[in-house]
């Protein structure tokens, strides 16, 4: 059991790092891909800042990254074990879990493994699995990172975030010279952890998760069509869809996006 305390801290936790703010109901965040989820800068550090400032009003907040040293092969489930293994530390009972694009594949693959240890369960640009043009984007990703090309990979992904072409290009030229920011400069454990999800499907167990749900989707998302969505809401037994038409993939610093969150996370049981 992790002591609780008031202040701000970072450590680690069941082998994962995490950074820990606010105060309130125990909250687990799952982040997407990105390096500062195994080797976080001042950046990731800031930028999560920035993103978390109204959920860390309300509740204690956990932002786990991912376990470094992945081992080739690593599935969806296993993440989702290294999440388990740590709410049993962060909570003495069922915590809520906040999972944003791959952090929420994640956060599903928990609610689906380990119903019991989830209260609430949040997913942010994410489904069951993929969308068709998001696996084939990570795809690119994964094979553009294992042959050295970062600006190509940071480009393949950034440009995925929307279905929009002028802003999808403009994405994956903004991609090509901020790579150390999209994918950073160490690139194991991130190929690892997109080869994961690529096989990510929960489609025939979502009737096993019991924590109410909410799921957040833009409708102009290159990752998660909304149709895909709204098959993963129709598939759970107490979920909200809340779309946001004209955005892209969403994030928890996106418009309104926190609002939604906080709603239910916080609402009367």
Same mark, same amino acid.
Request: proline fraction near 5%; aromatic fraction near 2%; charge should be neutral.
């Given at each position: 059991?992790?002591?609780?305390? %008031? %202040? ?5 936790? +069941?082998?994962?790092? $995490?950074?820990r703010r606010g105060s309130g109901a125990a909250t687990i965040l799952l982040p997407g891909v ?47 074990? *290294? ?27 928990? +609610? ?14 994410? #489904? ?24 190509? %990979?940071?480009? %393949? ?12 290009? #403009? ?13 950073? *400069?160490?690139? *194991? ?6 080869? +994961? ?6 489609g025939d167990r979502l009737g096993e998760v019991t924590a109410p749900t909410l ?7 290159? $990752? ?14 107490? +979920? ?30």
């Amino acid at each position: 059991m992790v002591t609780r305390r %008031a %202040a701000t801290i970072r450590g680690t936790v +069941a082998g994962q790092p $995490f950074v820990r703010r606010g105060s309130g109901a125990a909250t687990i965040l799952l982040p997407g891909v990105g390096p500062g989820r195994h080797h976080p800068s001042t950046w990731d550090r800031t930028l999560l800042r920035l993103e978390t400032a109204p959920l860390v009003r309300e509740v204690d907040l956990w932002t786990l990254g991912r376990r470094r040293g992945l081992p080739a092969g690593t599935t969806m489930s296993d993440l989702a074990d *290294d999440v388990a293994r740590a709410a049993a530390e962060i909570g003495d009972g069922p915590v809520d879990v906040v999972g944003t694009s791959t952090g929420g594949s994640i956060a599903l693959q928990l +609610a689906v493994d380990h119903p019991e240890l989830v209260r609430r369960l949040v997913l942010v640009s994410a #489904a069951h699995r993929l969308g068709d043009g998001g696996r084939e984007a990570q795809r690119r990703t994964a094979e553009r990172l294992r042959a050295g090309d970062a600006p190509g %990979a940071s480009a %393949a992904m950034l440009g995925q975030t929307t279905t929009g072409v002028p802003a999808s290009n #403009a994405l994956r030229r903004l991609g090509r010279v901020a790579h150390h920011v999209v994918v950073g *400069d160490r690139h *194991d454990d991130l190929v690892v952890t997109l080869d +994961a999800e690529d096989s990510f499907d929960v489609g025939d167990r979502l009737g096993e998760v019991t924590a109410p749900t909410l799921v957040v989707a833009g409708g102009a998302d290159g $990752f998660y069509p909304l149709d895909l969505v709204a098959r993963t809401v129709a598939g759970l037994l107490d +979920a909200t869809l809340a779309v946001h038409p004209r955005s892209g993939h969403l994030g928890l610093g996106s418009r309104g996006v926190a609002r939604e969150v906080l709603a239910h996370l916080t609402r009367a049981s």
